[in-house]
């Protein structure tokens, strides 16, 4: 049977109705592979047991959304029959990730002239998880047409996630709770807009987002509160530390 949430509604007429927003990161995506955005055997099992969690805890979405990646729409997938949910998934443009590749195509110059010792870092960045967070980091912190709104740019990158969260957000009338799968990069935005968090900080706090970790936001179709971060139940009951990955 599918799980199916009784919709909001105010107990009071001076209450108004909020909304959860859940963002959920893509499972483990095949990192050091020539095609990254497919999940690895390990990222479906961890799809499967977030899934399997919500629906023991009987957690149901009323709407689901999914950025426009495949790592994306498998995690969805993957969870929403776990879970035996039968909502239908709606693609957000908004929510992919941002494009790395553009970022260290346009910054990367200009970096390595700052900072020549990178250059074995970026050779590696493909392969090495440590490498790929060094290189990518310090790209980011070279401002390079910030006023901008180009796919390289981290604020044009973040006014499109910020707009991707009104939208889902506008649609949130009647709702209990919403999903939105998604990446590290959307989920640290959205996290600075519900907090009011400088740049840097939630571009760090990116980096600590887990696979299939769950971060929840309040909204009442136009503020956002916060509510969870990072959360990690469904892994951590199953007492295997491989699990948890960040990559």
């Given amino acids: 049977m599918a799980v199916r949430p009784t919709r909001a509604a105010a107990t009071d007429t001076h209450e108004i109705p909020m909304t959860e927003i859940y963002l959920i990161r893509h499972a483990q995506a095949s990192f050091g592979t020539a095609d990254y955005d497919r999940l690895s055997d390990l990222g479906h099992r961890q799809a ?71 250059a074995d870092a970026y050779a590696r960045r493909h392969s090495d998880p440590l490498a790929y967070r060094r290189v990518v980091s310090r790209a980011m912190q070279i401002r390079i047409g910030e006023d901008e709104a180009s796919a390289h740019t981290v604020a044009g990158f973040s006014r499109r996630v910020r707009e991707g969260l009104r939208q889902v957000a506008a649609r949130a009338d009647g709702c209990r709770r919403m999903a939105v799968f998604t990446s590290g990069g959307p989920i640290a935005v959205s996290v600075q807009e519900a907090l009011s968090l400088e740049p840097a900080v939630a571009m760090e706090l990116g980096w600590q987002i887990y696979n299939t970790s769950v971060s929840v936001i309040e909204t009442d179709g136009r503020n956002f509160s916060m509510k969870t971060f990072n959360a990690t139940s469904h892994l951590e009951i199953e007492i295997d530390p491989t699990l948890k990955t960040l990559f």
Avoid: K, M, W
């Fill in 48 to 118: 499967a047991l977030l899934g399997s969690y919500l629906r023991r805890t009987g957690a149901g979405f009323d709407r689901v959304f999914a950025g426009p990646l495949r790592r994306h729409v498998q995690t969805a997938e993957g969870v929403l029959g776990a879970a035996e949910i039968a909502e239908p998934l709606e693609i957000v443009a908004a929510f992919a990730e941002i494009d790395v590749e553009a970022v260290l195509a346009a910054r990367f110059p200009a970096l390595l002239d700052a900072e020549p010792d990178l």
